[in-house]
């Protein structure tokens, strides 16, 4: 005989799918494990380089003059020193770089993404802005993609971009191992108090 109705209607039975769970969103990502901000980076060199590529061959006068106003507000900030100022300044230079590549949905992706990381930093920009020489390297990194663009050269724009983003990475880098550094010798210092104060104890 058949199978029992009882076994055919567990036959029957769809399966059970797990579904996953929502993807944190990045900014929360970005902070709560610090070293998927150089993910982030690697992302960042990849589509840098195309886009001032593409900007350097499409950028109408319209997106070039753009361009110009984003670059002369990243030497402004640059003279303020205000990390906050510094920051916005830097985002809306890039926007022009994407904006001008004229893929829609490339300007789209990093405009979200930007709105995400500007209201959230994953990363201290005084801290970097500290090391001896930064700001000064950052803005001739910055000219350098400028005149790429405005000179029309893809090959050249994409070369600086790639650049700027890379030793975005190194530094941040840098500074997380002179973070950790400081860390284990203040957790050292510490400990030595401890026993220098229990050699005085009777």
């Known amino acids: ?8 209607r567990s036959d029957e ?3 059970v799918v797990a579904h996953p769970q929502p993807a944190m969103p990045l900014a929360a990502l970005l902070k709560s494990h610090p070293e998927s901000a150089f993910d982030y ?16 061959e499409r950028a109408t006068d319209e997106d070039r003059a753009r ?4 670059y002369e507000a990243v030497v402004a900030a640059d003279r303020k020193a205000d990390p906050a100022v510094e920051a916005d300044a830097d985002a809306e230079f890039h926007l022009a770089i994407y904006a001008a590549t004229h893929n829609v949905v490339m ?5 979200s993404i930007f709105g995400l990381l500007r209201r959230d930093a994953f990363y201290d920009r005084s801290r970097l802005y500290r090391r001896e020489g930064v700001r000064e390297l950052l803005l001739r990194q910055h000219k350098a993609i400028y005149d790429g663009i405005m000179n029309r050269n ?5 070369i600086a971009a790639e650049k700027h983003i890379q030793y975005t990475r190194e530094a941040l880098q840098e500074s997380r191992v002179a973070d950790e550094r400081l860390a284990v010798a203040m957790r050292r210092a510490g400990r030595d108090s401890l026993a220098q104060v229990a050699d005085r104890e009777p």
């Open 41 to 56: 980076l690697e992302f960042r060199l990849i589509v840098a380089g195309i886009a001032a590529r593409m900007a350097a």
């Open 154 to 158: 893809p090959e050249a724009a994409r």
């Open 13 to 15: 039975m769809p399966a």
């Open 1 to 8: 005989m058949p199978g029992s109705a009882s076994s055919r």
């Open 107 to 111: 300007e789209h992706i990093m405009r």
């Open 67 to 70: 361009l110009t106003t984003a």
